[in-house]
């Protein structure tokens, strides 16, 4: 994702699908599927949402690097990665999004 972070994750994480699944969380993901990976991404998301309305602020960071940690699992189970979505977002750059929401509604 041009972030050193990030790409020591995702590798990580690409190394991890061919381990056995009682070695690493990562691997015991990827042998459940991607149902499970979903439902994990799902999860984290809404333990973010909570943390965000708690008014702790600072409990939202690990809860949102649960849900990245997620998401780059789901995106890679699709043979994706964040910079695929990075790409998206450069590509939506200067778009704003009422003008967009308006286009898809014409
Ligand atoms: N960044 C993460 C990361 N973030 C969160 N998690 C795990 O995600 C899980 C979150 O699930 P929950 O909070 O629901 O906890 P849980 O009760 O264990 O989960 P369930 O049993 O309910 O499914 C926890 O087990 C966390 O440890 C992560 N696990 C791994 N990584 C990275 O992935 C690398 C490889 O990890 P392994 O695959 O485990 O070797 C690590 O070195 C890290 O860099």
């Known amino acids: 994702m041009a ?11 690409r190394e991890r699908r061919d381990a056995p699944a009682d070695t690493s969380y990562t691997a015991s993901l990827f042998a459940k599927g991607r149902p499970k990976i979903a439902q994990k991404l799902g999860e984290e998301a809404v333990e973010t949402v909570i943390a965000a309305c708690s008014g702790d602020e600072a409990s939202i960071v690990p809860e949102a690097a649960d849900l990245m940690f997620h998401l780059a699992v789901l995106l890679a189970d699709a043979g994706l990665s964040l910079d695929d979505v990075r790409v ?3 590509r939506r750059e200067g778009v704003g999004g009422l003008v967009e929401k308006a286009a898809r509604a014409g």
């Open 3 to 13: 972030d050193p972070v990030f790409d020591r994750l995702e590798a990580t994480i």
């Open 88 to 90: 998206e977002l450069e």
